[in-house]
């Protein structure tokens, strides 16, 4: 794969655009958001009836919101949906009452421990009107009655997710899922969001050895839709990726798959442990790689972050807006995922054409033939351990783990066997 470079700018600026919207697991921002998104990537969008069954779940009602405000009873709003989406409880039953102070504290959430921020909070799965707002201005209501509206539906629609196909020489899929149902909030989801669709539209343009699948969906009710759905396609996803979080300041995070020693797993640790950033254990819980890594389904799909989700006091709060992710980390996360893809595409089993002592290197100008000492010594060890290992059962990645070569080394190495017949294709 060549190495387009795609600027944090371009990937920030989409980011920035689509951060007003406001998105829910079904409904209109989800729409809006995809509709921008296919001006980078060629997305199919697919409508799912409220109702439908996926498995142990059902598609809910579709929610849609206009407008909403908590008001004085002077008229003077006090928040309002237009200034920050995050005020409404995502998938809020409509309301328009006026109700007491006591009330309205009972139906707001706010954050005591960082008392300036707003909280995100949902309501999906249980029916309910709700605000959110900064603890300070909760603390400095005063007693009496307030005017409480929240214009918006909750009815029979559908759940909207966008996908893409980008075919390979192989039908053997790689599969990209970042989700798309957070309203204003940066890092967890329009970081991951971002990111894939420029990766799709840098990988539209290179050799595919592998096809690629990409998912726009909204988190957990999505995948979940998109896996009834799709069962049968699902034998030909042979790695796979969840991106979200990455484009916070802290170091890049790969949460292993269920499987634990995938071809993706390996393959990301092999390049974090060069770059650097750490890799953990898979568990049952996060984003959509719970859904993935399912039992029934047990598919070789990780989770790439930069800080892990809860562990940041932004998550899920009015701080993760755009000063909270950088252009640098939303950069550095898509080199990162080129460079796992290049090792998983590059990565095949070759066999050693002349395995009974070794070929003479010097004759064929591969030894000693490459200047400045220490990489013509990892030059020779990789072409070494290549000609070594290539029995026909160990990949070029097995072989980078087991010399402790990088893979472009072995690659190279690979390559140049190649060339001089040494080395073919298993
Ligand atoms: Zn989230």
Redesign the pocket.
């Given at each position: 794969m060549g190495l387009e470079v795609v600027s944090g700018e371009e990937m920030y600026h989409l980011a920035e655009r689509l951060y007003p919207i406001c998105r829910s697991i079904t409904g209109n921002g989800v729409r809006e958001t995809l509709n921008i998104l296919q001006e980078i990537v060629p997305l199919e969008l697919h409508e799912v009836p409220t109702g439908t069954s996926i498995f142990d779940w059902t598609v809910p009602k579709e929610w849609n919101i206009r407008d909403a405000y908590v008001r004085n009873m002077q008229g003077e709003k006090l928040i309002a949906f237009d200034r920050c989406n995050l005020h409404v409880v995502n998938y809020s039953t409509p309301i328009s009452a006026t109700v007491s102070l006591q009330e309205l504290k009972a139906h707001t959430h706010t954050l005591p421990d960082h008392p300036q921020w707003i909280p995100?909070r949902t309501s999906y799965y249980k029916e309910d009107w709700g605000f959110c707002m900064s603890h300070d201005q909760l603390q400095s209501l005063p007693d009496g009655d307030y005017q409480v509206s929240i214009d918006a539906s909750l009815e029979n629609g559908s759940l909207t997710y966008g996908e893409c196909l980008l075919p390979g020489d192989t039908a053997d899929e790689i599969l990209i899922s970042t989700?798309v149902c957070?309203p204003s909030?940066a890092n967890?989801?329009l970081s991951g969001v971002a990111v894939a669709a420029f990766l799709a539209r840098h990988l539209r343009q290179c050799n595919r050895r592998y096809s690629y699948r990409f998912l726009f969906i909204p988190?957990t009710i999505g995948s979940i839709a998109w896996l009834a759905l799709n069962e049968p396609i699902t034998g030909s996803i042979r790695h796979g990726v969840v991106l979200?979080g990455v484009g916070d300041r802290g170091s890049i995070t790969y949460k292993r798959s269920r499987r634990g020693n995938a071809e993706v797993d390996r393959a990301f640790h092999h390049v974090l442990d060069a770059r650097g950033g750490q890799v953990i254990e898979f568990h049952p819980y996060g984003?959509d790689e719970r859904q993935f890594c399912s039992p029934g389904f047990d598919l070789p799909v990780g989770c790439m972050m930069r800080t892990p989700?809860g562990q940041y006091p932004e998550?899920?709060t009015s701080a993760d807006n755009l000063s909270f992710i950088s252009r640098e980390s939303l950069q550095d996360s898509f080199i990162v995922c080129t460079e796992v893809l290049s090792v998983i595409e590059d990565n095949r089993v070759y066999v050693n054409q002349n395995p009974k002592c070794e070929p003479q290197l010097g004759r064929r100008g591969l030894y000693r033939s490459v200047g400045g000492e220490t990489h013509s010594r990892e030059t020779e060890m990789a072409l070494l351990w290549v000609l070594n290992l290539s029995d026909g059962t160990q990949s070029l990645l097995d072989i980078a783990e087991r010399s402790g070569c990088r893979f472009r080394s072995i690659r190279d190495a690979a390559e140049r066997l190649i060339e001089c017949g040494l080395l073919a294709a298993a």
């Open positions: 995100y989700h957070h909030l967890d989801n988190g979200s984003y989700f998550y899920h």
